[in-house]
């Protein structure tokens, strides 16, 4: 499984973003798609990385940091392969590279740890700054 993260870019603080990550893989199709978790996690400058947000194989549940609920928003299209991170009202504190990882094999109470996901995006980069 190849992961690219996408959408990365520098905005103002309050904007909205919504960056990407796409899945594939020689005989990967949308069905195998749908049996993958898939989170969102993000590496701010000096700091470690952090869990942002997970949906479950087949959309059934979402996960969310708390600090984060209610501007961040995770969805997935399998038949298109992706899974998106919506972000609102954008803060500098949310400057970071923001990294997707997957894998078919993680459990509800596991959505939120790194070592759970065998499978990572390169990352995409997200500034915010006026």
């Known amino acids: 499984v190849q992961l690219q993260a996408s959408g990365g870019g520098l905005v103002q603080p309050g904007d909205s973003l919504r960056v990407s990550c796409s899945a594939s893989?020689?005989?990967?199709?949308?069905?195998?798609?749908?049996?993958?978790?898939v989170a969102w996690f993000r590496q701010a400058p000096g700091r470690e990385r952090v869990f942002v947000a997970a949906?479950?194989?087949?959309?059934?549940?979402?996960v969310y940091a708390d600090s984060l609920k209610g501007r961040f928003t995770i969805s997935r299209d399998n038949a298109k392969n992706t899974v998106y991170l919506q972000m609102n009202s954008l803060r500098p504190e949310d400057t970071a590279v923001y990294y997707c990882?997957?894998?078919?094999?993680?459990?509800?109470?596991?959505?939120?740890?790194?070592?759970?996901?065998?499978?990572w995006g390169q990352g995409t980069l997200v500034t915010v700054s006026s």
């Open positions: 949906i479950k194989s087949r959309g059934s549940s979402t």
């Open positions: 893989g020689r005989t990967f199709s949308s069905v195998s798609f749908s049996r993958y978790s």
């Open positions: 990882a997957a894998d078919s094999s993680v459990i509800t109470s596991n959505l939120a740890f790194q070592i759970a996901y065998a499978y």
